[in-house]
C-alpha cells in the first residue's frame, strides 16, 4: 500500500505516465442487485486512455461515481451481447451525449455466426429503438455526440483489433453457450491485462494470457451455491457453472496455468457467506495472488507492484462536464418541430 491512501477517492490521484488503473464497474451476475452491477470494467492508462471493457446493466451508475467526464473514454470493448454485458449501451451513447461528450462514440465488438448476431447489427437495432429518444434532443446537443463509429471484429480470430497510442488489444475466441463471445488480450507500456469476458475452460485463452500482469477471469459460484441460493437442481446449476461459465475450482486451474501477478475473479455473487467457499475451491489448484472482485474495486497496476483497495465515492453525483466551453460552441442541428396543435396548448410562455 505504499504510495496510496487504504481508498481510491476520485479525482484525488494522479495516475503515473507508466502505471495502469483498473477500476470494476460491476461483478455480478446478470440480475442486478445494489451490491452489484452487471459486468464491466473500467481500465485507465498513464498515457491519459480510458477504455471500458463491456458496459451491462448498473455500470454508467458506477462510472458516474467516479466524476470521470464521458469525454475522456477513449472506446469501448463488448465482449458479447448479452444484456449482462452490453444491457447499459442507451447510458454510453444517449446519456454520455447529454452529459458532454463532443465526438462521436467509439465501440467495438465482435461478430456473429450471421450478421443478425454481431456489433453492427446490435448497434442498428438499438439506434432504431432509440429514434425517439435522440431525435428529441437534435438540436439542444452537439450534433456529433449523436455519431456513433462501430469497428465490428471476427469473433473466430486471435487478432490485434485495436493499435494506437502505444496501446494494444487483441481479441480472442471465448467458449460461451454460441458462436459469437471473445476475450481481449490489452497491451501497453510492458504491462498486460487480460480479460476472458464470459467463457468456460479452454485453449484460447491460455494462449493469450502468457505473460499478464492481471488476469479477470469468469468465475461463477459453486454448484452448491447455485442450488441453494438460486433455484437450481444439482444438474441445472452445474450446467450453469461449467458449461456456460467457469466453475471456481477450474478457474483455479486457469490461474495456475497463466500464474498471472494478480488472479481477479467475478461473475459470482460476492458475500460474506459465498466468498469463502469460492476462495476455498481456487485454492485447491492456484496459491498465488487473488481478488475476489467487488464492484468499485480499484487495482492499481505498475511494473514493481499491484495494489488492490475500493473506491471511496459519494452517491449524489452530477454529470462531469469539464469541457463546458466546446460543449457550448460544438454545431447543433436544426431541431425538429412539434405539431402546431400541441405546441398552441402551452401556457405561461409569456417573455420566455
Sequence with gaps: MAGYRRYYF???????????????????????RP??????????????????????????????????????????????????????????????????????????GPSGSEPKYGMKAFVEKQK?????DTITRVGFL?????????????????DVIYDRNGVKITSFPAIHI???????????????????????PNGFLIENAEGADVLIHDTYNTVEQMVERSGHDKKGGAA?????????????KIFALVQPRLAISFHFYNDFDTSSSIEREIRKNYQGALALAHDLMVVNV???????????????????????EAYRAAPRKPRPQMSS?????RLFLEGK
Design 10 to 32: 476520485p479525482n484525488t490521484e494522479a495516475l503515473a505516465p507508466d502505471e495502469m488503473r483498473i477500476i470494476a464497474l460491476g461483478t455480478g451476475r446478470p440480475y442486478v
Design 35 to 108: 451490491a452489484q452491477a452487471n459486468t464491466g470494467w473500467l481500465v485507465e492508462l498513464g498515457n491519459g486512455d480510458k477504455f471500458m471493457l463491456d458496459f451491462g446493466f448498473g455500470t454508467q451508475m458506477r462510472f458516474s461515481a467516479l466524476e470521470i467526464p464521458y469525454q475522456d473514454v477513449t472506446a469501448y470493448f463488448a465482449s458479447h451481447l448479452h444484456t449482462d454485458h452490453v444491457g447499459d449501451f442507451g447510458q454510453i451513447w444517449v446519456a454520455s451525449w447529454v452529459g458532454g461528450r463532443t465526438k462521436p462514440l467509439v465501440v467495438y
Design 128 to 132: 432504431e429503438s432509440y429514434a425517439w
Design 142 to 158: 452537439p450534433a456529433i455526440g449523436e455519431e456513433i463509429e462501430v469497428h465490428e471484429f471476427d469473433y473466430r480470430k486471435t
Design 178 to 200: 454460441f458462436d459469437g463471445p471473445v476475450g481481449f488480450r490489452l497491451e501497453w507500456n510492458g504491462l498486460t491485462l487480460v480479460y476472458s469476458g464470459d467463457t468456460t
Design 240 to 252: 450453469v457453472n461449467t458449461h456456460i461459465h467457469t466453475d471456481p475450482y477450474d478457474a483455479g
Design 302 to 324: 505498475a511494473k514493481d507492484n499491484i495494489t488492490t483497495r475500493l473506491a471511496a465515492t459519494g452517491s449524489h453525483i452530477y454529470p462531469n462536464t469539464a469541457n463546458q
Design 341 to 345: 396543435w400541441l405546441s398552441e396548448r
